[in-house]
Structures are given as structure tokens and as C-alpha cells.
């Protein structure tokens, strides 16, 4: 039994949520978690502009992750130093139209 406005699951004996004070349900009400398809936006030479653009997204409430190359993630290296090294951007696709035009300007100055 579920509680259809807290969303908790009770025993089936139980017919009503003892937190909201109203009648529980046979099926769980909660939908599926939307699956996320994250792409790369982006890639830096460093973790300077990485942590810029991760910076103005986050200003702009567009969800994005960074991932260094195997040197970095891998020894906790920090990819700047490094000569090659580079930070990949990633957010989630239905975002890219938004973040391609926040991050347009630092993109061509990383190239």
C-alpha cells in the first residue's frame, strides 16, 4: 500500500497514512526517474575554463558534470599542469541549445 501524497509505502494491512491522514493506495503513484542522456559539450585544456563554464551553468540551473582525462581522474592530477591534459563538460541533451549559447564566447577562446 502507498501513501498517494507522501509517496510512502506502508504494509497492506494498513489503509490510511498515519503522517497525511488519508487513504492509501494499491499501486505506487511515483513515476519512473527520468533517464538522463548526457552528452559532451565541451572539452578544456584545463580546469580553468572547466570550472568557468561549470560555474555559469550552474548560475543558469543547467545541471553538468566535469570528467578529466585518465591522468587526472585516475591519480587525482590536477589536468592544467599536465601537457595535453584536458576537462571534459557534460550536461544533459536536453539542455544544449541553452548551454551552447551561455558557453559560445568561452569555447572559442579555449580552442
Known sequence: MFCPECKSEYLNHIKSCP?????LVETNTMSEP???NWIKIAEFSG?????????ILKDNDIPSYTKGDFLSTAYNINAL?????SVKLY???SFQAQAEDLL????????
Open 91 to 93: 550536461i544533459p541533451e
Open 104 to 111: 559560445k564566447n568561452l569555447i572559442e577562446e579555449n580552442e
Open 34 to 36: 527520468q533517464k538522463i
Open 47 to 55: 580546469t580553468v575554463y572547466a570550472e568557468m563554464a561549470e560555474n
Open 19 to 23: 503522517d497525511c491522514n488519508i487513504s
Open 81 to 85: 599542469t599536465l601537457p595535453g591534459g
